[in-house]
């Protein structure tokens, strides 16, 4: 192979390798929100969410969602009270993950339009999970949303998804409340 061959084949296999890293990284927020709510008037929240199901997992995931909104939340000046008080506005969370597969094709070009064929293209495939974190507040006068915040992460595992539970609703909660 010549040296202009083996810098192709090394930046291809560059390239395989930094996909999934690039496709592992960062988060996505999408935000919606009832322009007419006046977010200047609430004050309290309670939880009307509870774990899907009582496995100690679920239960573990509700406490983690609980107390990183809590905290946040209260950097903005929300209290948060208990489930038979009065509030202003009614906090629920929606979880999920979804495995999915990316399969990348690695082929070798040694000039235009002349492929190495001295092998088949590989095929490298990558296991990864995305999960879903939803966060919503309904006004409990009306109990309309006025707030809904989604995040999507991804990593190569569920554990890890599971780690990154705290960082996602802080990312989610930086655009509450709207400015």
């Not at 296999?13 to 007419?36: C, E, F």
């Not at 009307?48 to 905290?71: C, G, I, W, Y």
Request: proline share 4%.
């Amino acid at each position: 192979m010549t040296s202009r061959a083996i810098r192709r084949a090394s930046t291809g296999l560059l390239v395989a390798v930094a996909l999934p890293a690039a496709l592992l990284a960062g988060m996505k927020i999408d935000v919606l929100y009832d322009h007419a709510a006046d977010f200047s008037s609430f004050r309290t929240y309670r939880w009307v969410t509870t774990p899907l199901n009582e496995t100690p997992e679920a239960q573990l995931l509700d406490k983690r969602v609980k107390a990183a909104s809590d905290a946040e939340l209260a950097e903005r000046g929300l209290t948060r009270v208990e489930p038979d008080q009065e509030a202003d506005l009614l906090a629920t969370y929606h979880v999920g993950t979804e495995e999915n597969l990316l399969i990348e094709g690695v082929r070798f070009e040694l000039a235009p339009h002349v492929v190495w064929t001295g092998a088949d293209p590989v095929g490298v495939t990558h296991r990864y999970e995305i999960g879903t974190l939803v966060l919503d507040f309904a006004d409990a006068g009306t109990e309309k949303i006025v707030w809904s915040g989604l995040v999507q992460a991804r990593a190569r595992t569920l554990q890890q998804l599971r780690e990154k539970v705290e960082k996602a609703v802080v990312k989610v909660l930086r655009e509450f409340p709207p400015k």
